[in-house]
């Protein structure tokens, strides 16, 4: 397999999901049999206070869950722009809800894809599916697991409860569907 290796930085505030966005990024990884390393950060005001995440995802053993630079970046808020817009390494993905980023980014050799997640996540039904709106958005550009391994872990996770897994499912296609004007 010719995978190199993905260092993710999802970033927002408490209560977007960033956490649960993460885990499924990290549980559809490991479905994959590749190897992660998953580390949270939070704020100290927990929910609409800070919250990040770092992923390593590789097919080799990786040394350490910390990172400088990451390849990719999926920011929820302008309070985390502005905290995170040096750690995207030079040729890196940045995605952007721009639904609460309203400044114009212009970073010379990375790529910058916007999505209005929330409004999106509205027409899902809710939300707090913006982060899963973002996944979908965020995979077709970027496939970084596949689109079919990530249904699988979502209906794992919401096995006990079939409304949240077809508001889930409908967030995911919504953002595999929408078409950045970027």
Do not use: H
Request: charged letters at 25%; proline letters at 2%.
């Amino acid at each position: 397999m010719n995978f190199k290796e993905e260092k993710i930085l999802i970033a927002g505030f408490g209560g977007q999901g960033i956490m649960f966005l993460g885990k499924i990024l990290a549980l559809s990884a490991v479905e994959e049999g590749r190897r992660i390393t998953f580390l949270r950060s939070y704020g100290a005001e927990m929910r609409g206070g800070t919250a990040n995440c770092m992923l390593r995802i590789s097919n080799r053993e990786i040394a350490s869950p910390v990172f400088e630079k990451a390849t990719l970046a999926f920011i929820m808020n302008q309070p985390s722009w502005e905290k995170f817009k040096e750690r995207i390494e030079e040729g890196g993905f940045l995605f952007l809800n721009s639904s609460l980023i309203k400044k114009e980014i212009r970073k010379n050799k990375i790529k910058v894809r916007r999505a209005p997640l929330n409004e999106l996540a509205l027409k899902a039904g809710s939300l707090k599916t913006a982060n899963i709106v973002g996944l979908g958005f965020l995979l077709k550009e970027a496939p970084i697991v596949k689109l079919s391994t990530i249904r699988e872990v979502l209906k794992k996770t919401f096995k006990n409860n079939s409304q949240l897994l077809k508001l889930n499912l409908t967030a995911l296609s919504l953002g595999v569907s929408y078409e950045s004007k970027d």
